[in-house]
């Protein structure tokens, strides 16, 4: 009877686990986390402020020329920032509407060197920006708040020309599946 | 021992099932997912609908469609949607945008979660990208 009892703890535990399996991650039945920033939340804070990007005067007419500033991540999560700005910069390039300088040291060298070379693109704007995060209680509903900022900076003029901020807010007890 | 052991294992059993908690959760369990629904803006000014789940005609009621163009000549929509119902519904939209010849040219296919108290409109504002994009098609789910 032992042994009978305790196989059937065994296959009960085994059989408790859910096999994982492929999401769209598009869709409505990804994790919820009410402590660190999802996939989902960078997809909706981007597209929401691509959207406001795109109605500024900046970008009214021809493809003006950016550059990636910093994006200072403020949040007790560790995540790659690049995750936010692909998500303007990826459609904006393949659309045709900016002309995106490559930001790494060679690159940078490179455009330095040439001076003020006709031919060699040199940033109009700078996008910036910063992700910040509020969390608090009420028992046993937790709250957790991330902020979005950016701001496009115009190099000649050194003003910013365009800023957006987006809230995400999860509440909850406990992580969670779906919307 | 021969009492511990089949109690563990109920417990470990009892931790397996989805215990419904709520009555939204009972009503997920019992009702199926929300389909998606669409509104797609025509050439000659306002819109067409196409309701894939007739629960979302109870909760969100979709006012208009305004077709604009921006300084750079793309085109621009705003769609006005209204929670018609006495409770607060959470609208989730998307939207795609549409060539003159109804080939899909550029796409936010993410949700925007749109919390709506009863009675509260909101205006979900599209902006194109490219310049052959024409029509605008939104996608809406309820909850």
Same mark, same amino acid.
């Given at each position: 009877?032992?042994k009978?009892?305790? $196989?059937?703890?065994?296959?009960?535990?085994?059989?408790?686990?859910?096999?994982?399996t492929?999401?769209d991650?598009?869709? #409505?039945?990804?994790?919820v986390?009410?402590?660190?920033v999802?996939?989902? =939340?960078f997809?909706?804070?981007?597209s929401?402020m691509?959207?406001?990007?795109?109605?500024s005067p900046?970008?009214?007419?021809?493809?003006?020329?950016?550059?990636?500033?910093?994006?200072?991540n403020d949040?007790a999560d560790?995540?790659?920032?690049?995750? !936010?700005?692909?998500?303007?910069?990826?459609?904006l390039?393949?659309?045709?509407?900016?002309? !995106?300088?490559?930001?790494d040291?060679?690159?940078?060298?490179? #455009?330095?060197?040439?001076?003020?070379?006709?031919?060699v693109?040199?940033a109009?704007?700078? $996008?910036?920006?910063?992700?910040?995060?509020?969390?608090?209680?009420a028992?046993?509903?937790?709250?957790?708040?991330?902020?979005?900022?950016?701001?496009?900076v115009?190099?000649?003029r050194g003003?910013?020309?365009?800023?957006?901020e987006?809230?995400?807010?999860?509440?909850?007890?406990?992580?969670?599946?779906?919307? | 021992?021969?009492?511990?052991?089949?109690? !563990?294992?109920?417990?470990l *059993?009892a931790?397996c099932?989805?215990i419904?908690?709520?009555g939204?959760?009972i009503?997920?369990g019992?009702?199926?997912p929300?389909?998606?629904?669409?509104?797609?803006?025509?050439?000659?000014?306002g819109?067409s609908?196409?309701?894939?789940d007739?629960?979302i005609?109870?909760?969100?009621?979709?006012?208009?469609? #305004?077709?604009?163009?921006? =300084?750079?000549?793309?085109?621009r929509?705003?769609?006005?949607?209204?929670n018609g119902a006495?409770l607060?519904q959470?609208?989730?939209?998307?939207f795609?945008? *549409?060539?003159?010849?109804?080939?899909v040219?550029e796409?936010q296919?993410?949700?925007?979660?749109?919390p !709506?108290e009863?009675?509260?409109?909101?205006?979900i504002?599209?902006?194109?990208?490219?310049?052959?994009?024409?029509?605008?098609?939104?996608? $809406?789910?309820? #909850?």
């Amino acid at each position: 009877m032992n042994k009978l009892s305790l $196989l059937a703890c065994a296959v009960l535990i085994v059989g408790c686990g859910t096999p994982a399996t492929y999401k769209d991650p598009n869709g #409505r039945e990804l994790v919820v986390s009410l402590d660190k920033v999802n996939i989902q =939340d960078f997809a909706t804070a981007g597209s929401q402020m691509l959207q406001s990007m795109v109605s500024s005067p900046s970008f009214s007419k021809g493809a003006p020329v950016l550059q990636l500033g910093s994006i200072t991540n403020d949040t007790a999560d560790n995540f790659d920032t690049s995750l !936010l700005l692909s998500k303007i910069t990826v459609p904006l390039v393949n659309a045709g509407r900016v002309t !995106l300088l490559d930001n790494d040291a060679t690159a940078n060298a490179a #455009r330095a060197a040439s001076g003020s070379k006709a031919d060699v693109p040199h940033a109009e704007y700078v $996008l910036k920006g910063k992700i910040l995060e509020d969390r608090s209680n009420a028992g046993s509903t937790r709250q957790s708040s991330f902020v979005f900022q950016l701001t496009l900076v115009e190099v000649k003029r050194g003003v910013a020309v365009w800023q957006e901020e987006k809230l995400v807010t999860k509440q909850g007890t406990k992580n969670a599946v779906g919307f | 021992m021969k009492k511990i052991l089949p109690l !563990l294992a109920l417990g470990l *059993l009892a931790g397996c099932t989805t215990i419904l908690e709520t009555g939204d959760r009972i009503e997920r369990g019992l009702t199926p997912p929300d389909a998606v629904n669409y509104a797609t803006t025509k050439p000659e000014g306002g819109f067409s609908t196409q309701l894939n789940d007739n629960r979302i005609g109870n909760k969100i009621e979709l006012l208009a469609a #305004r077709k604009s163009k921006t =300084d750079g000549g793309y085109s621009r929509v705003q769609f006005d949607l209204r929670n018609g119902a006495y409770l607060s519904q959470t609208i989730n939209v998307s939207f795609e945008w *549409l060539a003159a010849d109804g080939s899909v040219t550029e796409s936010q296919p993410n949700w925007i979660v749109t919390p !709506l108290e009863p009675g509260a409109l909101t205006t979900i504002t599209a902006t194109a990208l490219k310049a052959q994009s024409a029509e605008c098609r939104l996608r $809406l789910i309820s #909850r």
